[in-house]
């Protein structure tokens, strides 16, 4: 395969863009930045966009000014660009840098090995956020004084929640379990003698509503318009029947290798990209056939080990994004003439929610549901409870045989 240019990687990125599903004026408004892009690498030599070139392109057009929506869409741009020619993934999505950045060595040091402690157990996902509270908690710290961590007290701490809590009403439980596992890791260190569950309580649980799955009518209208004789067809039939079978979350999908596959034994070997723990599930008949289909018929013939790839030029090997499940489900949902609201909950993840509910409902135990999906905590599980309406309604008492009279109110 011939080595792309500057131009036809930049050209292809722009191809992933319009395949989102944005609007025509907001893919016109992207291009304005993809073109300004390209300008910058011809102006300047640059025929491989890295990281520290989208800096400094961010920075010759807005400085370090980020606020207007402008200038962070620039941003996202150039950063896509620089990702791909990375690792030749398109991933569409915001990159933040905070301006709560301490200074100090000692608690830069403090935050890599809270983060390296976070990492062995947690996902990238789940560390993203936690970090970005104890960056911001350090920071916090040197304003206020507290130059170094043996001086913190439990004062300094509640003083910051003070502070935060106005902005996370939603999310009290994550911030104060944020830093009190940090004054563990502190405490653990010899650093501080805090005991943080005697100052740090635990806030109440923010009430969650069961996000809805899709209905057997619904499945059965979206999978009749994927195209089974076409490659894509095969393969998204074979991902969407995958994770609507298995639960598997879109990252596990993505990531999936051939050597994961048992075919003999029938089973799925996934180490959760989320939680890091490591399942082992049923591989049914039907998503055997429909993986086999794929692989046999349409998948690209390159040695990588993944399973799903992608199918359009430039063909690379990489696997195909989790982005792009959603981008294809939205169409077959689209196509089936589907009616969708704003945060209705239908996208891909409603997949992993409609097999969790299937088990729920066939009589599977919360704990066993808890496992096939590889779920931490089994409150997450419980979740999949409300969705199983039928069940709901054989609570309701029956009031037929009750006398009633209508009155108006008083």
Known sequence: ???????????????????????????????????????????????????????????????????????????????????????????????????????????????????????????????RPEMIIIRQFLYFLEQTGVEDTSSITSENVLDFVRREAPNHKGSMPRLLRTLRNFVCFLRARGIVDLDADRFLGTAGRSRQKALPCFTDDELQSIFSQIDRTTDKGRRDYAIFLLAMRTGMRASDISELKLTDISWTERTIRVTQKKTKVSLLLPLPIDVGNAIADYILHSRPRMDTPYVFLRILYPVSGIPVSPTLFNVALREYVEAAGIARTGWDGKSFHALRRTAGTKMVVSGTSISTVAQVLGHGNIESSKRYIALDTEKLRECCLDLGAMHTRKEGLV
């Not at 990125?13 to 907001?26: D, H, R, Y």
């Not at 207007?68 to 941003?75: I, N, W």
């Not at 741009?77 to 933040?96: C, D, H, L, P, Q």
């Open 1 to 127: 395969m011939e080595k792309l240019n500057l131009r036809e990687h930049i050209d292809y990125v722009i191809q992933c863009t319009k395949e989102l599903g944005l609007s025509q004026s907001t893919v016109d408004h992207y291009l304005r930045h993809y073109k300004a892009v390209f300008l910058f690498c011809t102006e300047n030599g640059i025929d491989t966009f890295t990281y520290q070139d989208a800096a400094d392109f961010c920075k010759s057009r807005y400085g370090t000014d980020f606020q207007k929506s402008s200038a962070k869409d620039a941003r996202k741009v150039a950063y896509t660009i620089a990702r791909y020619f990375e690792n030749g993934e398109f991933s569409w999505k915001a990159t933040t840098f905070s301006t709560y950045n301490p200074s100090s060595g000692e608690y830069k040091e403090l935050m890599a090995g809270f983060n390296q402690e976070l990492s062995k157990k947690l996902s990238p996902g789940t560390v």
